[in-house]
T-cell receptor, first 117, second 116 residues
Framework: AQKVTQAQTEISVVEKEDVTLDCVYETRDTTYYLFWYKQPPSGELVFLIRRNSFDEQNEISGRYSWNFQKSTSSFNFTITASQVVDSAVYFCALSERNTGTASKLTFGTGTRLQVTL | DTAVSQTPKYLVTQMGNDKSIKCEQNLGHDTMYWYKQDSKKFLKIMFSYNNKELIINETVPNRFSPKSPDKAHLNLHINSLELGDSAVYFC???????????????FGPGTRLTVL
C-alpha cells in the first residue's frame, strides 16, 4: 500500500526566510508519480508540480524548488524568500502506475505554512 | 473560465436530509473524481468515473451515490445525511491514465457541507 508522510504539521517563518517542506513516501511500485498541491486560506486546491519516479532531476520554478531523492524516498519542497501570499496548507501526494482508466491520489496530511511580516 | 466548478460552495442542512453537489469540468477530460477533506484537512478519494463509468469506489457508505450524466459532469448525491458527513467535498478531473501514467488531477473549489 502507498503512504505519504508530511511530518511537519505547521511551520511559521518570517517573510523573506527560506523554508523547506518535507515529504516522505512509501510505495512498492518502481514507477510512481509525486505531486504537490497548495491550499490557500480561500480553500481551493492548486496544482504545483508533478514528478515521475524515473526523473530525478530537481526542478526550480521561480521561488519554488523541489528536491526528489529516490534513495531516501523523499520529495521536498523549498520556498525561497517566502512571502505572506505563500501562507497555505501544502499537500504532497503519490499516485502509482496502473493499467486502468483512473488513478487515485494518496495525500499526506499536509503542512500548514504561516508566513508573517 | 473556470476549469472545474462545483455548486454549491456552501451547504448547510439538517441530519436526515438528502442533498446533492454538482460538478462540471470544461477541460475536456475523460475522468472525474470525488474527494472528501475532513476537519483535520485529510484528503481521501471517494469515487472516480471515466466517461460515465464507475472506476474507483472506495469504502464509502452506500448513502453516497455518484452520478455522471456525461463525461463533463459528476454529481454526488448523499442520502440521510449524518453529522459525520460534515466535510469539504472536492471534485477533480484529469485525462485519466495515459500509457500507465496517471494524469494530473485538477480540483474544483470545494463544497463545504455542514450537517446540523
Amino acid at each position: 500500500a502507498q503512504k505519504v508522510t508530511q511530518a511537519q504539521t505547521e511551520i511559521s517563518v518570517v517573510e523573506k526566510e527560506d523554508v523547506t517542506l518535507d515529504c516522505v513516501y512509501e510505495t512498492r511500485d518502481t514507477t510512481y508519480y509525486l505531486f504537490w498541491y497548495k491550499q490557500p486560506p480561500s480553500g481551493e486546491l492548486v496544482f504545483l508540480i508533478r514528478r515521475n519516479s524515473f526523473d530525478e532531476q530537481n526542478e526550480i520554478s521561480g521561488r519554488y524548488s523541489w528536491n526528489f531523492q529516490k534513495s531516501t524516498s523523499s520529495f521536498n519542497f523549498t520556498i525561497t524568500a517566502s512571502q505572506v501570499v505563500d501562507s497555505a496548507v501544502y499537500f504532497c501526494a503519490l499516485s502509482e502506475r496502473n493499467t486502468g482508466t483512473a488513478s487515485k491520489l494518496t495525500f499526506g496530511t499536509g503542512t500548514r505554512l504561516q508566513v508573517t511580516l | 473560465d473556470t476549469a472545474v466548478s462545483q455548486t454549491p460552495k456552501y451547504l448547510v442542512t439538517q441530519m436526515g436530509n438528502d442533498k446533492s453537489i454538482k460538478c462540471e469540468q470544461n477541460l475536456g477530460h475523460d475522468t472525474m473524481y470525488w474527494y472528501k477533506q475532513d476537519s483535520k484537512k485529510f484528503l481521501k478519494i471517494m469515487f472516480s468515473y471515466n466517461n460515465k463509468e464507475l472506476i474507483i469506489n472506495e469504502t464509502v457508505p452506500n448513502r453516497f451515490s455518484p452520478k455522471s450524466p456525461d463525461k463533463a459532469h459528476l454529481n454526488l448525491h448523499i442520502n440521510s445525511l449524518e453529522l459525520g458527513d460534515s466535510a469539504v467535498y472536492f471534485c477533480a478531473s484529469s485525462q485519466g491514465v495515459i500509457a500507465g501514467a496517471p494524469d494530473t488531477q485538477y480540483f474544483g473549489p470545494g463544497t463545504r457541507l455542514t450537517v446540523l
